[in-house]
């Protein structure tokens, strides 16, 4: 029986003989539920939002905004930085910046959420995915070194390469930049849930031309939507900035040299971020220690394998994933998401890779089977950063569960 297999309308077909989790009535109450990445507050919103209230400052311009950038860049060590409506906005305007036009290829890691490539497809890109590497479950550099010299011996080489930091952990950009470097294709690093993460010393997504990140409501610091557009580089922001509010040329009446968005952040989330972002470090060292506690609690069972962490990166464990290999004694997948839904604990199988999604049929892709693999056998676990022992106890007794039978 193959890895991972999916439910059945009669429920989920299993690789070994257990019986269906049994089934409850009704959901815990909400205060029972367990969540797989809720936000957290800190106390510190309230005060914030009234200060900004109070200035009359609600749109996306002024002091506030200002500031919430300028502590992103104090955050992630990346000096310019464009507050933005979403990550996916962000993203947006960076294949904007880069020049993506219809025809181009856009390359990307299949092992990612869709907003990854949505905004260059939409621009009438084409988009290629490479699978991922199983060290570290990221764009693949050796993968990427191969297609990179066929598409220049094609004469056809990407207009822009985009690696994710997946699930909090950085790519191995390094070897990326140095690849993309030596063929002149530039980078743009989706670093959407990696706030706090490291590499080498260095931030998710620092020295990339560009780099996403992502303020949404399940992210490690949230606005409860909102993201960021980072760079080196001051034009590329200036430039950012221009495009995100309409592209108003300075006049006195409404002039445009070309049409943008309404893609920048309002000062009211941007209160929320200056209060949210202080918390970083010690979200960080919790969602860590969370993950630890699922190796502690499950490492020694058969067939459970966690998402690998390189000598060379910190990640935040924004999301704590486990492996379930059904061949080697685990519970299938889909056998152990549905105990947790019974047991009012949400859970979520690792992303599908963009090359298996219908709307990307027919795209050109290198690779692939890693990233189906990880699907197959991957199941993103509640991670939270308040997410209290005793909570996770419960977790870890329903995926135990799937043993004892």
């Not at 890895?3 to 003989?17: D, H, K, M, N, R």
């Not at 010299?149 to 950009?173: H, I, K, S, T």
């Not at 557009?229 to 001051?234: I, K, N």
């Not at 152990?336 to 599908?352: D, F, M, N, Q």
């Amino acid at each position: 029986m193959s890895l991972g297999q999916t439910a059945s309308p009669s429920g989920p077909v299993l690789p070994f003989p257990c019986p269906a989790p049994a089934r409850r009535a009704a959901l815990p109450p909400p205060d029972r539920r367990i969540l797989l990445s809720p936000p957290l507050l800190t106390g510190r919103e309230m005060p914030s939002l009234q200060a900004t209230l109070d200035s009359g400052w609600v749109a996306p311009a002024g002091p506030v905004p200002e500031a919430f950038e300028a502590a992103i860049a104090e955050a992630t060590g990346i000096p310019h930085i464009l507050a933005t409506a979403s990550g996916t906005a962000a993203l947006h305007l960076g294949y904007r910046l880069l020049g993506v036009a219809p025809g181009d290829e856009v390359w990307t890691s299949t092992l990612t959420f869709v907003a990854t490539i949505a905004p260059a497809v939409q621009m009438g890109a084409v988009p290629r995915f490479l699978d991922v590497s199983a060290e570290n479950w990221t764009l693949d550099p050796a993968l990427l070194e191969r297609e990179l010299a066929r598409a220049a011996r094609r004469g056809r080489l990407p207009r822009a390469v985009v690696p994710v930091d997946l699930f909090g952990q950085c790519c191995d950009l390094d070897a990326i930049l140095a690849l993309c470097s030596r063929w002149g294709v530039p980078v743009m690093c989706d670093s959407a849930a990696a706030m706090g993460a490291t590499r080498r010393g260095r931030h998710a997504g620092q020295g990339a031309r560009l780099a996403a990140f992502s303020f949404n409501g399940n992210k490690i610091v949230t606005t409860g939507g909102g993201g960021a557009l980072a760079s080196d580089d001051p034009a590329l922001i200036a430039r950012a900035r221009h495009l995100a509010s309409q592209a108003k040329e300075p006049a006195p009446h409404y002039q445009h040299e070309t049409t943008g968005f309404t893609y920048a952040l309002s000062s009211v989330l941007a209160a929320v971020g200056l209060a949210q972002l202080p918390a970083l470090e010690g979200r960080v060292a919790a969602r860590r220690a969370v993950f630890d506690r699922y190796v502690a609690g499950l490492g020694s069972l058969p067939g459970i394998g966690f998402m690998p962490e390189p000598a060379w990166g910190r990640s935040n464990r924004w999301l704590s994933v486990a492996l379930f290999r059904p061949r080697a004694g685990a519970p299938d997948r889909e056998w152990v998401r549905l105990a947790l839904a019974a047991a009012g604990i949400e859970s979520r199988p690792v992303w599908k890779p963009l090359h298996l999604q219908p709307a990307f049929r027919g795209a050109p892709q290198a690779g692939g089977a890693v990233a189906a693999r990880l699907f197959e056998a991957g199941l993103c676990l509640p991670s939270g950063s308040d997410l209290d022992p005793a909570q996770q106890a419960r977790v870890l007794e329903v995926i135990r569960g799937g043993f004892a039978r």
